[in-house]
């Protein structure tokens, strides 16, 4: 059944056949790391080297795959070319198990690359970079990401009895030595389609990028929680370099959006409407906290907006957002074989913001459909759950917002939602907007941990 699909998937939605492959053996593999880079010279070798840490038997069995890309000039830069260039010249001689030129790597990543091929690693890269191959003009991180994704399917073993897995990292985020055994235990044990990895980001020494990335963090971790709240199936962290994935789940999907950016969010959305998504806490993958234009939104943007400073980076979403949601889906689990006038009258009576919302979304006459076609309520269910999905969940948690509850500041609004989930940490806070990045690092350290979510 899974060659079958993939045969189908490869004919209609692979996007590598036009990328160059470079690497030694490749035989045996039930896994491999995805790994987009542009302009990562400098990153790349701490990622790899910290891969390289991890547990030989896990190594052996194991591909690393880099994508180096960028787009055609003058998309990209002279500068970013010549880096890649660099980079690929550097992995050649280190799959041909060699060090590389000591002018061209420095004496920073000669060290590394000599750690790396110390160890069992095995590497690959494929040239998404030089004249003729690279990304299209409208390119991004999630071209470079389906690529090798799409490359991944062709190298894994048809034969091998393991499930055949990918995940998905960035050029700037370092693992744990545990990294590799632990996601494969959690999809042995649990078998979930996809899943996602604990993550922390690496906190700066310069104290305004350390205040940017706690901010921006404690945001993603308070989304989320508020959606766990809610009682959301899409209360999960979309954060590119914690995906992981069967290939059996890849291909079912369609693979990875095309995307400049929020790739992540998207793949993890139709993932998720496979079967729940794996929570995976016994490893943590550690992003960078750079500032970077490259992409719309996200961390690098996020961390840029932070330090010019335009935005107050403290404003989030009242909590009371998140309580239209939770009212909507318990009204919904109530009776899900309503008819679809009577959901959307009972959404009127919870907010006129939540009606104006599934009207205009032609929720009635949707779910008339879907009820026509699904009698048993775990079938309903699960069609709910697949339309009104993490993509409309934010269109709706946005507009309420905008009309309904404006922002209000980050630390009253954790208060309050401590307090709503009666968490102990809700004490900690006063009623103040002002915290140091150390009482900040708190209340971080304390939602990083996460047992209270989906223990």
Request: include cysteine.
């Amino acid at each position: 059944m899974y060659s079958s699909h993939l045969d189908k998937y490869l004919q209609r939605y692979s996007v590598c056949e036009a990328y160059p492959l470079y690497g030694g053996e490749m035989a045996d593999l039930d896994q491999i790391v995805v790994i987009p880079a542009l302009a990562e010279k400098d990153a790349l070798f701490h990622t790899l080297t910290s891969l390289a840490c991890n547990g030989k038997d896990e190594l052996k069995h194991s591909l690393v795959l880099c994508v180096i890309n960028n787009r055609p000039s003058p998309f990209a830069t002279t500068e970013d070319v010549w880096n890649n260039l660099e980079t690929m010249m550097i992995m050649k001689d280190m799959i041909k198990g060699d060090l590389p030129d000591h002018r061209l790597a420095g004496t920073n990543i000669t060290d590394l690359v000599q750690e790396i091929l110390a160890s069992p690693l095995r590497l690959a890269f494929i040239d998404a970079s030089s004249p003729g191959h690279e990304l299209p003009p409208k390119g991004g991180v999630g071209h470079a990401r389906k690529i090798g994704m799409d490359r991944s399917l062709t190298l894994l073993d048809s034969q091998c009895h393991e499930k055949k897995l990918i995940f998905c990292l960035d050029a700037d985020t370092l693992v744990d030595p545990n990294y590799l055994s632990s996601l494969r235990n959690h999809f042995e044990r649990f078998s979930p389609p996809g899943a996602v990895v604990a993550f922390s980001h690496r906190i700066p020494e310069d104290r305004r990028l350390g205040d940017g990335i706690c901010c921006y963090e404690i945001f993603l971790r308070y989304y989320v929680l508020g959606l766990g709240w809610a009682g959301s199936p899409y209360a999960f962290h979309t954060i590119g370099s914690t995906m992981a994935c069967t290939a059996a789940a890849y291909t079912a999907v369609r693979g990875m959006p095309c995307r400049q950016a929020g790739e992540d969010f998207y793949f993890l959305n139709k993932l998720a409407k496979l079967a729940p998504l794996g929570d995976i806490r016994d490893t943590i993958v550690y992003p960078s906290a750079r500032p970077s234009g490259r992409v719309p939104f996200g961390t690098g943007r996020r961390m840029l907006r932070f330090l010019e400073g335009g935005h107050d980076e403290y404003l989030i979403y009242d909590p009371r957002v998140f309580s239209v949601l939770k009212a909507w889906l318990e009204e919904f689990t109530r009776e899900p074989g309503s008819s679809g006038d009577d959901l959307l009258a009972r959404a009127a009576a919870i907010s006129p913001h939540l009606h104006s919302f599934l009207d205009r979304n032609e929720f009635a006459a949707v779910w008339e459909r879907i009820r026509g076609a699904n009698r048993r309520h775990e079938y309903l269910t699960g069609q709910f759950h697949g339309w009104f999905d993490g993509f409309k969940t934010l269109k709706l948690i946005h507009e309420l917002s905008a009309d309904a509850f404006p922002p209000i500041h980050m630390f009253k609004a954790l208060k309050i939602l401590f307090q709503q989930m009666n968490l102990p940490m809700a004490d900690v806070l006063a009623d103040t907007e002002s915290l140091t990045l150390d009482e900040q690092m708190l209340i971080l350290d304390f939602l990083r941990r996460g047992s209270f979510i989906n223990p």
